[in-house]
Nanobody, 124 residues
Framework: QVQLVDSGGGLVQAGGSLRLSCVAS????????VGWFRQAPGKEREFVAA????????DYADSVKGRFTISRDNAKNTVYLQMNGLKPEDTALYYC?????????????????WGQGTQVTVSS
């Protein structure tokens, strides 16, 4: 069992930056791919970014490419999502998710473990 705690959300003006963190505890994080997803009120949860265990593979939603960067520090069992150039449409509850796999997935159903979510609000 892996427990995930995501944090780092907040209120920021358009054009600003935030860095989200996802810390894993419980069993070893080794071999787990991690994804970030977000869900705005009244909308379905959507893929944002993902990174493989080895960090050799990353993937981003088209809407965040060039603005968001996913990275991880396996020694600290932590995955980060650096968000720059934030827009009001980025406002959502952001979740990290983990799954023991080779490679990465952009599907909600591809992850077994989820954090509790951290709210990101971007004002115009």
């Amino acid at each position: 069992q892996v427990q995930l705690v995501d944090s780092g959300g907040g209120l920021v003006q358009a054009g600003g930056s935030l860095r989200l963190s996802c810390v894993a505890s419980g069993r070893t994080f080794r071999g787990y791919a991690v994804g970030w997803f977000r869900q705005a009120p009244g909308k379905e949860r959507e893929f944002v970014a993902a990174i493989s265990w080895s960090t050799s593979s990353t993937d981003y939603a088209d809407s965040v490419k060039g603005r968001f960067t996913i990275s991880r520090d396996n020694a600290k069992n932590t995955v980060y999502l650096q968000m720059n150039g934030l827009k009001p449409e980025d406002t959502a509850l952001y979740y990290c998710a983990a799954d023991r796999r080779v490679g990465i997935s952009s599907f909600v159903g591809g992850y077994d473990y989820w954090g509790q979510g951290t709210q990101v609000t971007v004002s115009s």
